[in-house]
């Protein structure tokens, strides 16, 4: 199956501040890639589909101009959580679409204080 | 819209004991059904998944799921578990294979608990 890395594996940042998430597709070249928000003890949910060279798409109630994703290459899809609130704080997870199923990333906690 | 139903949130089952984990789904059309385990640290990986055909479809680490259209379900099972069993598990479903353009829309997950 195919690799999916994400960096930082955790981060903590004050209120207000932008924190960037990267998604990597290492063993091959993804050209859709979705990011996953997950609540503590809950379901993940999709945010938004990144695909290669075009803007994303994003789920009904995902604030586009607060959750920023960038796909500019075909191994590199990133989201960056604008002037991030304790109420972003969550567990953010990519996958990647590759021979008919999706590979995840190990994800990513953010904490804002 | 579709959604995915797990009505067990904490499981627990004594080692060497078989487990059924329960998942209904609705959806319009012929779902795209995926159980996914996620272990702390790790990300999801994919245990079995049902596009088509035989209804019983066999995954990996011993694990098997049965699609009953009936029953708008999709059951997850395992004859013996091991305590390596233990972590959450998702059931998931897709408009598409999921290798397309569409996301997955997940159940809330089952807490599996192993004991000794």
């Known amino acids: 199956g195919a690799v999916v890395s994400q960096h930082p594996s955790w981060v903590i940042c004050k209120s207000g501040t932008s924190v960037k998430i990267e998604c990597r597709s290492l063993?091959?070249?993804?050209?859709?890639m979705f990011w996953y928000r997950q609540f503590p003890k809950q379901s993940l949910m999709l945010m938004a589909t990144?695909?290669?060279?075009?803007?994303?798409?994003?789920e009904q109630g995902v604030e586009k101009d607060k959750f920023l994703i960038n796909h500019a290459s075909l191994t590199l899809s990133t989201l960056t959580v604008t002037s991030a609130h304790p109420e972003d704080s969550s567990f953010y997870i990519c996958?990647?679409?590759?021979?008919?199923?999706?590979?995840f990333g190990p994800g990513t906690r953010l904490t804002v204080l | 819209a579709q959604s995915v139903t797990q009505p067990d949130i904490h499981i627990t089952v004594s080692e060497g004991a078989s487990l059924e984990l329960r998942c209904n789904y609705s959806?319009?059309?012929?779902?795209?059904l995926f159980w996914y385990v996620q272990s702390p640290g790790q990300g999801l990986q994919l245990l079995l998944k049902?596009?088509?055909?035989?209804?019983l479809v066999q995954g990996i680490k011993g694990f098997e799921a049965e699609f009953k259209r009936s029953q708008s379900s999709f059951n997850l099972r395992k004859p013996s578990v091991h305590w390596s069993d233990a972590a959450e598990y998702f059931c998931?479903?897709?408009?598409?294979?999921?290798?397309?353009?569409?996301?997955?829309?997940f159940g809330k997950g089952t807490h599996l608990i192993i004991q000794p």
């Open positions: 049902y596009f088509s055909g035989d209804t």
């Open positions: 998931a479903v897709g408009e598409s294979s999921g290798g397309g353009a569409d996301g997955l829309t």
């Open positions: 959806y319009g059309a012929t779902p795209y």
């Open positions: 063993d091959f070249q993804a050209t859709t």
């Open positions: 990144s695909n290669e060279g075009s803007k994303a798409t994003y």
């Open positions: 996958s990647v679409a590759h021979l008919n199923e999706q590979f």
